[in-house]
Structure formats: C-alpha cells, structure tokens
C-alpha cells in the first residue's frame, strides 16, 4: 500500500493495464557489502559483485520484476516476488516487453553454468522419508507452499556444506539446507539423498511475537510448528 496524502492516487493512473511492473526497493537489513560474492549456483567461486545478484552492495538496491493482478485505490496486488514485509520501494516502473527483454543476450558466467546443467546429469538422486513426504504434501495443500524445485535441483547437483546455497553439517551427521524460512534435514549416502524431515527457521517466541509479520510464511509456520513440532 502506497502512502496517503503524496497524491498517489494520481500517479497510480493508467497502471492497471500492464501485466508487470519493476519495483525498485532497499535491502533495508543489510547493513555491510562484499565487493566478491559466492553464487549459489556453479562452483564455489567467488564473482565481483557487481556480476552476481547478491544482496550485499555499495547501494542495497533490489529489482524485481513481478506480475501485476490488481490495483485498487492506493493498494497494489501483485504476484509471488522475493521481497520480505516492511520492504521500502524506492519506485514503481511499467515492464515493457518491447524495451526491457533482450532474449538472445550473453549471460557472461551465468551462461556457462547454464549450459553445463542443461547438459550434465545430476549427482544425486533424492529420496523423502515419510515424514518429509507428509509434512510436505500437508504445506502444497494446505497453504499452497512448494519450494522443493528449486531446492532440490541444486541438492541433485552438490548437496555439500555451502554458505550461500545454506547448506551446514550438523553435530548429529545430518545436514541442514535453509530454504528461506524453511528448513530441509538431510542426510548423504552414496549418490543418494534423504531428506528426512521439515523445520522452520524461527523460534516460536518469535512467530507469535510483535514483530511476526515480518517473517515470510509467518501463519504458515506457527501452523506448522504447532501441528509437527518439529526441531528447528
């Protein structure tokens, strides 16, 4: 929802009819820069970080592209984007496909990794627990949650300890992938992947604290914690 009295309303005029919209925004957590990142994607190699998307930069400035449903009054409804709750915007610009789409343009090191996955097999074969299996069919069904594509695609590849990929070792022999507010418990045998269960990544003092709404998924997880009360 855009601030009153800034008239708005007359700025917001004749959006309605684009399918997508760029929304400029400020990481507003960050508080330090790398002038190297290590991409989740590819070998663990570090990039200058001005050829990656991390979110650590001199400017904590964020662009994401996102599908426009609905404007109504000072409020906008968009579609799935990468933003938490409390995320100051910065701007709002029109996606025009004509302008701002260059499909036959260089990925530059993006491209190579692009290239080598399309042609390599995956590593790994996963394999869901039960309890994985139940806890994540409960989250489709239920709250219309899914993040095992994405997930699952770079454990196939290399489901080793990696800081930005939030892969850790745990003391117990396990490992522990964050997948945003979630969690995915798994452990390695051979070329074979189990994941074993589902976790959330925050306590449930702060699910239900005042500044819950802050926390992406945050009705999802209290109702997962509380019907799996599983270790986090």
């Known amino acids: 929802m855009l601030e009153p009295g800034r008239q708005f309303e007359l700025a917001l005029q004749d959006l309605a009819g684009f399918d997508r919209i760029w ?25 200058g970080v001005f050829a990656t998307r991390s979110p650590h930069r001199p400017n904590p400035i964020g662009l994401t592209c996102v599908r426009l449903l609905r404007v109504q009054g000072l409020t906008l ?12 915007i910065l701007d709002i610009k029109p996606y025009l496909s004509t ?68 892969i850790l070792r745990l003391q117990d022999g396990r490992l522990r992938m964050a997948c945003g507010p979630w969690r995915l418990f798994f452990r390695v045998e051979g070329d074979q992947i189990t994941v074993e269960e589902i976790g959330v990544g925050y306590s449930e003092e702060a699910l239900i604290g005042p500044s819950s709404h ?9 109702a997962f914690r509380a019907k799996f009360s599983p270790g986090s």
């Open 23 to 47: 929304l400029i925004w400020w990481f507003h957590q960050n508080s330090t820069w790398r002038p190297r990142a290590l991409p989740p994607r590819g070998p663990a190699k570090r990039r």
């Open 214 to 222: 802050s926390i992406p998924d945050h009705e999802a997880l209290a």
């Open 99 to 166: 302008v701002d789409a260059f499909p036959e343009s260089s990925l530059g090191w993006v491209q190579e990794v692009e290239e080598y996955e399309a042609t390599s097999r995956p590593r790994y074969e996963i394999e869901l627990a039960p309890l994985a299996s139940s806890q994540l069919l409960w989250l489709k069904e239920e709250w219309s949650i899914d993040f095992t594509e994405r997930a699952f695609g770079l454990l196939r590849r290399d489901p080793t300890p990696h800081r930005t990929r939030r």
């Open 77 to 88: 409804e968009v579609g799935p984007l990468d933003l938490l709750d409390g995320t100051p």
